[in-house]
């Protein structure tokens, strides 16, 4: 009986959401009778990529995970002479980033006063708003001058990334320890 009702019963009214009622769909609003040949680029516009913050390679440096590769290390290898061997390529390759960072630097430095040299007959407002972003140019590259000379003092930026290696190495230096003498006081791995 109750299979009769099933396949033979009334259906009930399909229920719409409330966006379906207040915004119905209409075959007009899909369908557009525009002229094409009033568009000069038939190509819909873009997002503009520049807007859209692009990350150095000096912050993608400095945003790895020292620590977990640190810990990685140490558990896999626990070895001093390899722990001083990362440290030392971690401040080459900060300083290799800190050169390519003080090259673009230049290079801005080079294209904003050919800029100001163009301009500074046009206009003396123009002129100084390309001075002061020289300078804060000029800026940077002292301080990138200067990173450079801490980082052979073992002191700034890179040091970060050096303390939380370290940190993590010595971590995971001491969890394989740890399980070694686990493992054999307890005699499961022998």
């Known amino acids: 009986m109750i299979i009769f009702k099933k396949l033979f019963g009334k259906?009930?009214?399909e229920i719409k959401s409330t966006t379906e009622i207040l915004n119905p769909v209409r075959d007009e609003d899909t369908s557009c009778n525009v002229n094409k040949e009033l568009f000069v680029n038939p190509i819909p516009p873009t997002q503009n990529v520049k807007s859209q913050q692009v990350e150095s390679m000096l912050q993608i440096f400095l945003g790895l995970d020292y620590f977990g590769n640190g810990y990685k290390d140490g558990y896999n290898w626990h070895s001093n002479e390899l722990l001083e061997t990362r440290i030392r390529a971690i401040k080459a390759d900060f300083r290799m980033n800190l050169g390519l960072k003080f090259d673009q630097v230049n290079q801005d430095i080079v294209k904003l006063k050919s800029y100001k040299i163009e301009i500074n007959s046009m206009s003396e407002e123009l002129s100084a708003q390309f001075e002061i972003k020289l300078n804060a140019k000029k800026e940077i590259l002292t301080q990138i001058e200067k990173e450079k000379e801490l980082s052979a003092l073992d002191e700034g930026l890179v040091m970060t990334c050096i303390h939380k290696y370290?940190?993590?190495?010595l971590q995971g230096t001491n969890a394989?320890?740890?399980?070694k003498m686990f493992a054999s006081t307890t005699?499961?791995?022998i």
């Open 166 to 169: 370290r940190e993590g190495y």
């Open 11 to 13: 259906t009930e009214p």
């Open 176 to 179: 394989f320890m740890e399980e």
């Open 187 to 189: 005699g499961l791995f």
